[in-house]
């Protein structure tokens, strides 16, 4: 019953919401919706704290005596995942509270958000292909809906543009389960397993397309500017942070290290696509002026970083890339929530148009200082030591020059970075910006309390490692062993 | 499978190749967002062929049991696009996928 | 009879991409999909049938005729001459997928997988179970988004 309960609660709360907003339109909706994520990130400490350490957990649910084939799975990456995505649905709830009141009612918002949270839960806790992938696409629903709550012009292009690829990119990933069902029979992850040397070859190439459209690698990249520009400014939180980790670079890895076999030829395919992402990424980032439009292209660089680490596939590079996955997902949703508090306060997040708002918005410019210092591997920050670990597992299968570019890409991320923040919050101020406030209190708490996490994630990334990364890491290791064991068994 | 059962089992599968070209042709060319979305269909179509298909006449209990899936997919990523046109043509009076393009680059 | 089926619906398919009003291709597509259901029932498939031509060709062609309604019927897009290039693709595409379905096999002899013992009704209850979880959540995000779209739109157009 008890992992159940990161789907069922989320779906229920959101079913009540547009209920209960008749009774009070704006505090019972916050109230609850954020009840329901500090729920949701105990009961993730708690398993990890209940949990033995390593194996698969299975929770079979019963109704009345009988059971339902209601089956959730934990192991060691699940649990990960889940911690990052409470953490980061917390932070953006209580950002929300009164972030979203320009834009939409509070209880429409807060009910696409649970079920976008609920449904982010359900792929990572599914043991089947084809529930994975209905779980995959009630977040992309979800999350078409909320970019098209800018209500701009923009925002409905930018929303439809990203439904067309995203919904191209399920065709795809349902193409490859399609193939494997039809060979195999079955569509659970355990039984297709067994049988991996016979998973048709057009499912992995299917697979690799859908599940890089999911996660903006290059060229798969061109819904992500487009769509977070006009959005507003939790919504790229959410995907950035937590949509494209989970869809993508979870999916990816689940597929490609516990379905079909770990070869080599997906290995150098990870590592090229992750190594262009990350290069291109940085310099298109370059020349940006919208602050919103600069994160997504400095998201398509950092989650290369990911892929290129996981794909190395030696056991320091997928704790470097689990490890970036985590701290990636804390800085950037800081960054894009800072990016909203701005346009919140001045109405525009053009960074020509803006500019001396240190003195106004004391709070926003420091935290934004540490989520860049972050993005960029600065130490004590977390991104230092991720980043630092990626670097050193390059060096330690002799890929040098991958070293070097990841090296050099993170001075043009502190770059341009750097740029944006001198431009927009030092410096003059601008005669029309002269009377701006600080923003209200609970995005404020939400944006220190990320920027909190970033430090302390920083100095006690060695305890970190060891309690949620390292098990999340066996599990992909496992896969590795098991594939190089048919290949010597087999050759 | 088709092949042993029905004896005709390659026209089944260029019926599923052809139908995700001729989709995949529709994204690519043309640009009315309606059309985008007849494309979508079209895809859709052919999954559903092949799940059925492919599964003939073994697993055809658990493929109509994913196609039915798929199709209640299929109704709410559709009718999430249509109100997105309907709302893009009541804010510009034009349903050109290219007159969007002002997001560029 | 298959083949008339199959050519059916890749007919109609292409057609609904090539018609210049909106409507009519609108309408391609619905018989497209009756031609799909009537494949499944006769593969033994008769509850995806019924949904296909139910749902499929019912309920989002209705959508679908509800937006143009609110559209304009007409496509006033101006395509360049893409049908000859679209046929010509086309031959070159159905003679390398034709060779290569017919010479190596890309059906390949499934695994012997026992028949089901169960019918449709328990395999979508009992072993699918989660599946309905799955289903449920679209079906709510759906309803969620098109409310959130619906209030946009009318507080802005309107």
Not at chain 1, 130 to 148: C, D, K, N, P, Q
Not at chain 2, 24 to 43: K, Q, T
Not at chain 2, 69 to 93: D, K, M, P, W
Not at chain 3, 91 to 96: A, G
């Amino acid at each position: 019953m008890f992992l159940f309960i990161f789907i069922a609660v989320p779906v229920v709360v959101a079913g009540f919401l547009p209920i209960l907003s008749r009774i009070s339109r704006k505090f019972l909706p916050d109230v609850l919706a954020n009840l329901c994520f500090v729920v949701l990130l105990a009961a993730t400490i708690t398993t990890a704290n209940l949990w033995p350490g390593g194996g698969r957990f299975c929770h079979s649910l019963s109704w009345f005596g009988t059971s339902l084939n209601i089956s959730p799975v934990l192991d060691g990456l699940t649990l990960l995942m889940l911690f990052t995505i409470s953490i980061i649905s917390l932070a953006v709830g209580i950002f929300s509270i009164q972030y979203i009141e320009k834009y939409t009612s509070p209880a429409i918002y807060y009910s696409m958000l649970l079920v976008l949270v609920a449904s982010m839960n359900g792929i990572v806790l599914s043991s089947d292909l084809f529930t994975m992938y209905i779980f995959i696409e009630a977040a992309g629903i979800s999350s078409y809906g909320l970019v098209a709550l800018g209500k701009t012009k923009q925002a409905t292009e930018g929303a439809f543009k990203y439904l067309v690829l995203s919904a191209l990119a399920s065709s795809f990933i349902l193409l490859g389960i399609a193939g494997v069902f039809i060979k195999i029979g079955t569509t659970s992850i355990k039984e297709v397993a067994s049988f991996a040397d016979i998973i048709p070859k057009i499912s992995i190439i299917l697979f690799l397309a859908g599940f890089g459209l999911k996660c903006a690698l290059i060229p798969f990249h061109f819904w992500m500017p487009d769509a977070y520009t006009s959005a507003p400014a939790v919504l790229p939180a959410m995907s950035s942070g937590l949509f494209v980790k989970v869809a993508g670079v979870y999916a990816m890895c689940r597929v490609f290290f516990n379905v079909s076999g770990f070869n080599p030829s997906v290995s150098s395919v990870m590592v090229y696509l992750g190594v262009i992402s990350i290069l291109v990424g940085a310099l298109l980032a370059l020349g940006q002026s919208r602050l919103r439009r600069m994160l997504a292209y400095s998201s398509i660089s950092q989650v290369g970083y990911v892929i290129l680490a996981i794909g190395i596939g030696t056991p320091l590079g997928i704790i470097g890339g689990l490890l970036h996955l985590l701290y990636h997902s804390i800085f950037k949703a800081l960054l894009f929530l800072n990016s909203g508090a701005v346009e919140y306060a001045t109405g525009t997040d053009e960074s020509t148009q803006l500019g001396g708002l240190g003195a106004n918005m004391p709070f926003t410019s420091t935290t934004n200082i540490v989520g860049i210092l972050s993005a960029a591997g600065i130490p004590p920050f977390n991104g230092f030591w991720s980043k630092l670990i990626i670097v050193i597992a390059l060096v330690q299968v002799k890929m040098y020059l991958y070293a070097f570019i990841a090296v050099f890409a993170s001075v043009l991320t502190l770059w341009y970075l750097l740029l944006i923040q001198r431009r927009v919050f030092f410096g003059k101020i601008k005669e029309n910006l002269k009377g701006i406030a600080e923003i209200p209190f609970w995005m404020n708490l939400s944006m220190v309390g990320l920027a909190l996490a970033c430090l302390w994630t920083g100095l006690s990334f060695a305890p970190l490692i060891m309690k949620w990364v390292l098990p999340a890491a066996n599990v992909l290791i496992e896969g590795v062993r098991t594939s190089l064991n048919t290949f010597i068994i087999k050759g | 499978m088709v092949n042993e059962a029905l004896g005709s089992g390659w026209m089944y599968s260029y019926s599923v190749a052809a139908l995700i070209f001729i989709g995949v042709y529709c994204l690519i060319a043309r640009r009315n967002m309606v059309r985008l979305l007849i494309g979508l269909e079209i895809i859709s179509k052919a999954i559903c062929l092949l799940i059925i298909s492919g599964a003939y006449p073994h697993k055809i209990a658990m493929a109509q049991a994913l196609v039915i899936t798929v199709i209640v997919i299929e109704v709410c990523v559709t009718a999430t696009g249509l109100a997105l046109i309907i709302n893009a043509y009541r804010q510009s009076g034009s349903i050109d996928i290219r007159e969007f393009s002002n997001l560029r680059g | 009879m298959d083949i008339l089926l199959l050519s059916g619906v890749m007919l109609f398919a292409g057609l609904a991409v090539f018609l210049k009003d909106l409507l009519k291709a609108v309408i391609c597509l619905m018989v497209s999909s009756i031609f799909l259901g009537i494949i499944f029932f006769k593969l033994s498939a008769p509850y995806a049938g019924v949904f296909e031509i139910s749902v499929v060709a019912g309920l989002i062609m209705v959508l679908f005729i509800l937006t143009i309604s609110l559209t304009g019927p007409e496509d006033t897009v101006v395509e360049p001459a893409s049908m000859g290039i679209f046929a010509f693709l086309f031959v070159i595409f159905s003679c390398v997928a034709l060779f290569k379905i017919l010479n190596s096999g890309v059906i390949h002899q499934c695994l012997p997988l026992s028949s089901e013992p169960h019918g449709f009704g328990e395999v979508l209850w009992l072993s699918r179970t989660f599946d309905m979880v799955g289903q449920i959540s679209v079906i709510f995000a759906g309803v969620f988004v098109l409310l959130a779209i619906v209030k946009a739109g009318r507080k802005n157009g309107k």
